[in-house]
């Protein structure tokens, strides 16, 4: 199974990315997808899950301002994040797991792709 993230970059305070994760080696369709994302000298923490269902959850911090989807036929999570912050600069990696578990929680995710780096300048 390979997870492979891509999409970061510098943006300023205020303006829009959108990450994306391409899986392979797995049936996507069957998994629950996720953002986590690590600011430098921080824990990794979760951002956004997708189920297969496409039932959505946020961590309050991104709410009303980043969206997560899928694409079952690209095998692709996307995260469009929108009005970003300073503090939203990290590394952020998608992950693969169950999607009856705690979605919020690392311990749900089986696959995890290397990150992507998202730098937001004030």
């Known amino acids: 199974v390979q997870l492979q993230a891509y999409g970061g970059g510098l943006v300023q305070a205020g303006g829009s990315l959108r990450l994306s994760c391409e899986a392979s080696g797995m049936t996507f369709s069957n998994y629950g997808m996720a953002w986590f994302r690590q600011a430098p000298g921080k824990e990794r923490e979760f951002v956004a899950a997708?189920?297969?269902?496409?039932?959505?959850y946020y961590t309050d911090s991104v709410k009303g301002r980043f969206t997560i989807s899928r694409d079952n036929a690209k095998n692709t999570v996307y995260l469009q994040m929108n009005s970003l912050k300073p503090e939203d600069t990290a590394v952020y990696s998608c992950a693969a797991g169950s999607s009856v578990g705690n979605m919020r929680f690392e311990d749900n995710y089986r696959y995890w792709g290397q990150g992507t780096l998202v730098t937001v300048s004030s």
């Open positions: 997708i189920t297969w269902r496409r039932s959505t």
